[in-house]
């Protein structure tokens, strides 16, 4: 008796939530049905894509930063102006040479006294010309105004600029790698979530019809209880797996509701968007599909493919460029520098206030002479690097070549299983109909057309996983050998 009040109060709880998932489902109903098809889920998974957004605009820095490398092998150009004011002047003449000058009558007429002459009336003009010289000594550089002009080109900085502009190059081919690494994987995950949805809608039919098996099953013993052919322990074995066909149902329904959901999260739609996808239509879900097992076979270079195997194969690369920029440190390096400059005052025409300018060129040459071995260790440490690099690359190319054998495998395996689950379904349906025949003609019992409802539940359901196995299969081979578009 309490067996059969749980067993009544499961069938309520369970009336009650497919209630509310009918209620759900004719809410979002009135909302414009989309229909979806793989392609147009892989388009817009591509375009809102927030990592593969990311890694695009790294992309457009790698490509600024290898044009911005570009420009050192280009003279540049600085203009520089100051102004400078000092408490004290420069001052071409002594104190003493000024004192001589401003008296230099004077001390003439000094001197003329002692050899026993005179200059007369000469002594205030030589005074005043000699004033006038110191005067004429005067700099004015209190207030100093200048500017400059400077142009340095590199002629040879012992292939440091060179390396840079290679490091440049691989380090925007890196972030093209990088892009196509999060496009891949993207498409990937987008293609696994769509043929869940299809899957699980698949399935969602196959719940139905099993539970309307039972049902009808569940309906011919209640009439034959009422006729006294069939015991009441039939009966609640019949309702108890109505029962967990009608759980079954509800928790194909949860499951397609999150897959739909999750397949709006990586198109970049609402999460409550109401989807329909085109392969949703057919029960055969791989309708269509090529008959080759082997997409790709041409492509045994896997480092070509692989956009995973060319970013370390990037970053070998870039670590010989290192390793030759280290180098330049035992190289000398010569520039060419050209500038014109202008002054005031005009030190070139006795400190006048105005302004005057003057040009030169010359070529500066630095020579290292004792780095006490800085330069050595820095070759060394990126020559371990790039060994390391090429270890990791060996390692990860060994590692592809299993997963793309290891993918291959399960694509065979996959189409073996299918159409082993084919001919399952076949003689579980075949079961079937002798099970329900038998049960009319009252030769079998329930339970043998419950066991047949349940083989054929089976069947039909491993058909299925075999089906988007064999999809899934297919895309992770792509996947493995880098080709997945």
């Known amino acids: 008796m309490k067996s059969y009040k749980l067993l009544h109060s499961t069938c309520a709880w369970s009336a009650w939530l497919l209630l509310l998932s009918a209620l759900v489902a004719g809410n979002t109903g009135v909302q414009a049905q989309r229909i979806l098809t793989l392609d147009s889920c892989l388009s817009m998974a591509l375009d809102n894509n927030k990592q593969l957004g990311a890694a695009k605009i790294k992309q457009e820095m790698s490509k600024n930063l290898r044009k911005s490398a570009r420009t050192k092998y280009l003279p540049q150009v600085n203009l520089v102006g100051g102004y400078v004011f000092s408490s004290r002047e420069i001052s071409i003449l002594s104190d003493d040479q000024k004192q001589h000058f401003a008296n230099l009558g004077s001390n003439m007429q000094q001197y003329m006294n002692s050899m026993g002459a005179s200059i007369g009336g000469l002594e205030a003009i030589l005074n005043a010309e000699g004033a006038g010289i110191v005067d004429g000594f005067h700099t004015n550089t209190r207030h100093l105004f200048a500017g ?121 739609m609402p999460a409550n968007e109401n ?22 076979k041409d492509n045994s270079d896997y480092s070509i493919m692989r956009p995973e195997l060319r970013i370390l194969q990037n970053t070998i690369d870039m670590s010989r460029q290192t390793t030759r920029l280290a180098k330049s440190g035992y190289l000398p390096k010569v520039t060419l520098i050209g500038s014109y400059s202008m002054t005031n005052p005009n030190v070139y025409n006795g400190f006048q206030r105005e302004f005057a300018g003057i040009w030169n060129i010359g070529v500066l040459v630095s020579v290292p002479v004792l780095n006490w071995g800085d330069v050595t260790y820095k070759v060394r440490a990126s020559k371990n690097a790039t060994a390391m690099a090429q270890m990791e690359l060996n390692d990860a190319r060994e590692k592809v070549d299993l997963q ?82």
Do not use: H
Not at 276 to 295: A, C, F, H, R, Y
């Open 148 to 268: 400059s002009v400077v142009a340095a080109m590199p002629l040879y900085m012992g292939g440091s600029i060179t390396a840079l502009n290679r490091m440049a190059d691989i380090g925007e081919e890196m972030a093209e790698n990088s892009t196509e690494t999060v496009r891949q994987n993207t498409l990937y995950d987008t293609e696994q979530a769509y043929w869940m949805v299809v899957s699980l809608k698949n399935k969602q039919r196959l719940a139905e019809s099993y539970l309307a098996l039972v049902k009808k099953l569940n309906g011919d013993v209640q009439k034959m209880i009422a006729e006294g052919v069939a015991t009441r322990s039939e009966g609640l074995s019949v309702e108890v797996k109505q029962n967990e066909a009608e759980m079954t149902l509800l928790q194909v329904n949860d499951g397609l509701t999150l897959a739909r959901m999750m397949l709006c999260q990586l198109c970049g």
């Open 275 to 296: 989807i329909l996808l085109e392969d949703e239509k057919s029960e055969n879900v791989i309708m269509g599909l090529p008959t080759d097992l082997d997409e790709g």
């Open 404 to 485: 793309v054998n290891q993918s291959t495998f399960k694509v065979n395996e996959a189409a073996k299983r299918l159409a082993l689950a084919e001919t399952s379904c076949k003689r579980a349906e075949e079961n079937l109909r002798c099970a329900n025949i038998g049960f009319r003609e009252g030769v079998m019992q329930s339970t043998t057309v419950m066991e047949a409802q349940t083989a054929w539940l089976q069947a039909q359901s491993q058909k299925i996983d075999a089906e988007i196995e064999m999809l899934l299969s297919r895309s992770n081979l792509k996947k493995a050998k880098g080709i997945l578009q």
